[in-house]
């Protein structure tokens, strides 16, 4: 008598568009090498040539107890593509990583060992390192700690209310225990999170990969009153592999404003009005950041390009909140399921 398999008991995601590279040299080496198995993994593939899918199948070819699953993406798009893929989950939790996220030989059984133990828990990760690819190792410190200065002392002054603002850390959450938000190179949730919830499409907009889903959808939760938690053992390392998925200059910048317009609107303003002020002052901050290269390299046209998309993506918001207050539509159906 044939008797079906067990489902497994997690389902890790990774959503990709031509970066087979990253998949062979990062994300997959890294999840060949969990001491867990009894998950399954599904790569949701939106790339325009072959080179994904024959990298995945000879991966599930050269590692049987795996149980991999391709699928091309019938749309692009990251909050689309994994709102697509979290439908074909078989796992109870579902580990959303970037293709070019390297997951700890223990990251795995410390995400399962941290939902087991917590039954309250809804959405987790692993300590995160965020890196960005240096040419010159030797500048990692010290470039890293004039950028954390820079960041600190911007937010110091344009963003000191974080939460009335819609914005979020550009630090990712490493220390383990209770967060707000999660990062999508890094998030676990309990697939029935996404009975009532999906990533926001909106947010994709300007740009087939969006920016911001993953803390909005994260953030919403914590709102909600559900529990978000950073695991005390593994790590996630995000390489930030090669190529801008985010677009370039203009659309790139019409994602910055635009974007940044819906997370206040669904994060905030229903339940603080007035935080339009120091959502409008760190705007200001954001402009000026943009504006600076402008002035620096005013001969860079990619630059002035830039600037014109954000302040695009702005108006647009704007255009669209103020149509519809005439048509009677209230911001809280502006907030995403």
């Not at 990774?14 to 198995?37: C, M, Y």
């Not at 954390?148 to 344009?158: D, E, I, M, R």
């Not at 209310?161 to 309990?190: E, K, T």
Request: net charge neutral; proline share 6%.
């Amino acid at each position: 008598m044939k008797t079906e398999a067990p489902a497994p008991l997690l389902s890790i995601i990774v959503v990709t568009r031509d970066r087979a590279e990253e998949l062979r040299t990062i994300s997959l080496p890294s999840l060949a090498r969990q001491d867990t198995r009894g998950v399954e993994l599904i790569v949701w593939d939106a790339s325009e040539d072959d080179l994904t899918q024959k990298l995945v199948e000879a991966f599930a070819a050269d590692h049987p107890d795996f149980a991999v699953r391709y699928f091309k993406a019938p749309r692009a798009g990251s909050c689309a593509q994994r709102n697509d893929a979290v439908r074909k989950a078989r796992g109870e939790i579902v580990f959303f990583i970037d293709d070019d996220s390297e997951v700890s030989p223990d990251g795995v059984a410390a995400l399962l060992d941290m939902f087991a133990r917590q039954q309250a828990l809804i959405g987790g990760g692993l300590p995160l390192d965020y890196r960005w690819p240096l040419k010159d190792g030797r500048l990692i410190g010290r470039t890293h700690r004039f950028t954390a200065s820079l960041v600190t002392t911007y937010n110091k002054v344009f963003n000191p209310w974080p939460r009335l603002s819609g914005l979020f850390p550009a630090i990712p959450p490493n220390v383990p225990g209770p967060v707000d938000h999660l990062f999508g190179c890094d998030m676990a949730f309990r697939i029935l999170v996404f009975r009532d919830h999906v990533f926001d499409e909106r947010l994709q907009k300007f740009s087939g990969y969006g920016l911001w889903e993953d803390q909005l959808l994260s953030y919403q939760l914590h709102q909600e009153g559900f529990m978000l938690c950073i695991a005390d053992k593994g790590f996630v390392v995000h390489r930030a592999g090669s190529g801008d998925r985010g677009g370039k200059s203009f659309r790139a910048g019409q994602m910055d404003g635009y974007n940044a317009g819906i997370v206040w609107s669904a994060c905030v303003f229903p339940y603080v009005p007035w935080s339009i002020i120091p959502f409008l002052w760190s705007r200001v901050g954001f402009l000026f950041v943009v504006l600076l290269p402008c002035i620096i390299r005013p001969w860079q046209t990619i630059r002035w390009s830039r600037m014109a998309g954000y302040l695009a993506g702005l108006w647009t918001f704007a255009v669209e909140g103020i149509r519809g207050i005439k048509s009677g539509v209230s911001n809280e159906s502006l907030r995403p399921l």
